[in-house]
């Protein structure tokens, strides 16, 4: 993987950059839409390519995992081959899905045991047996196995957890040394920063992961219930002490208002199940804030679903017509909200790109962050 910084904003810490893998280029900042089962719920990959037009996208090691199997992924040729997706994909660790199962599941030392939420079978992940894995789904980007710790947490837990993420991070790279490419192309690893919400542990935590030379760098552990100021406390704390010359990818993150603020404090790279999730629920991201598409307000309102225009969708349908779709629980309704949503944090990030690059990234900052923190 090549990283090269491209521009810095003068006002705060934003950066543009590019990211090349054998999948191809990726503009930074960017946002990866979220494939989980190797499927961008709602979006069928032509329209995701020609639409939305993501350089990445992530799928989820963990589900991946449990369906439709390693070995169903092996013998199509990796996950790009499975999907029909030739672009860069990013996986996820399956460390952020093992906490979601809080009650099915046992963390120690040397790994997690879980139950299936499909069958309720029992399962074992290491660091090393997920290093495995990440080779055999083939995504270009691949993620340690990391505890992500829910908020509040306990300053003894964070910073045991801690410690035990950063042996962890010791593993799978021992271990990954070890296991060849199982496709014809190359896979990054990035180490993931975890500490709570603790400034020290964060600060500690940030020059562990940084010490091992990864290519890349992610910030996990947030985004998990806390305060926006707390965790932007923490990416700032983080940013700090991550090198400059490489990527930095906040998991799992967030609003386009927090998209837009951690962009300010140095990162790179977001993932969020938000636009897709909240698509599916009648939620719609504009530019000039959220709009419940459900509401009957909308009943006779034949205005197209955003002025914007940035995927068709936006234009050719009425905010009438998809919140009829809505109420007679269509699939179509569904499918346009999310094509709209993706459309809408594609070009956000895309937006801020130009700006960082036209250096006037915080004046337009301030201004999308006032009018996107309304309810229409
Ligand atoms: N760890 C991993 N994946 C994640 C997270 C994490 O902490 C988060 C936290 N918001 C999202 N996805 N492995």
């Known amino acids: 993987m090549k990283f090269t910084l491209q521009h810095t904003d003068p006002k705060s810490k934003a950066r543009a ?19 989980t089962v190797a499927s961008v719920k709602g979006v069928h ?10 350089d990445i996208i992530l799928g989820n090691t963990y589900h991946l995992y449990l369906r439709p199997k390693i070995e169903i992924l092996k013998q199509a040729g990796g996950l790009h081959k499975f999907m029909g997706w030739d672009r860069n994909i990013l996986t996820d660790s399956g460390g952020y899905q093992v906490y979601s199962l809080s009650g099915n599941r046992k ?90 919400t603790y400034k020290d542990l964060r600060r500690q935590s940030a020059e562990y992961i940084a010490s091992v030379g990864a290519e890349g760098n992610a910030i996990g552990g947030l985004s998990v219930g806390e305060p926006a100021e707390e965790m932007y406390a923490m990416t700032e704390v983080v940013c ?32 969020c199940v938000m636009p897709t999730r909240n698509a599916r629920n009648g939620m719609l991201f504009t530019a000039h804030g959220t709009i419940n598409i459900k509401n009957k307000k909308w009943e006779n309102d034949f ?47 895309r937006e801020a790109r130009k700006h960082i690059l036209a250096g006037d990234f915080s004046e337009w900052k301030s201004i999308m962050v006032k009018q996107m923190d309304k309810r229409l």
């Open 45 to 54: 990959q032509r329209e995701l390519k020609e639409e939305i037009n993501p």
């Open 17 to 35: 950059a590019e990211l090349i893998t054998d999948h191809g280029k990726i503009e930074t900042p960017i946002f990866m839409p979220v494939g």
């Open 240 to 271: 700090e002490v991550l090198p400059e010359d490489k990527p930095r990818y906040l998991m799992g993150v967030g609003t386009p208002i927090n998209i837009l603020e951690n962009i300010a404090l140095g990162i790179d790279m977001f993932d």
């Open 303 to 349: 205005s197209p679903i955003d002025e914007m225009g940035t995927t068709f969708v936006d234009l050719e349908y009425s905010k009438a017509y998809l919140r009829h779709l809505f109420a007679a629980n269509e699939y179509l309704g569904k499918q346009i909200a999310t094509i709209h949503n993706l459309g809408f944090y594609l070009w956000l990030v």
């Open 107 to 196: 963390i120690k030392e040397e790994g997690v045991k879980f139950k299936s939420h499909i069958d309720g079978s029992y399962h074992f992940f290491s660091p090393e047996s997920v290093m495995e894995i990440q080779r055999d789904i083939g995504a270009d980007i691949i993620m340690a196995f990391d505890e992500c710790t829910p908020y509040p947490c306990d300053y003894n837990y964070a910073k045991r957890s801690m410690h035990m993420t950063h042996r962890w991070l010791d593993r799978c790279i021992r271990h990954l040394d070890k296991t060849p490419f199982t496709y014809g192309y190359e896979q990054t690893f990035f180490p993931i920063v975890q500490g709570s």
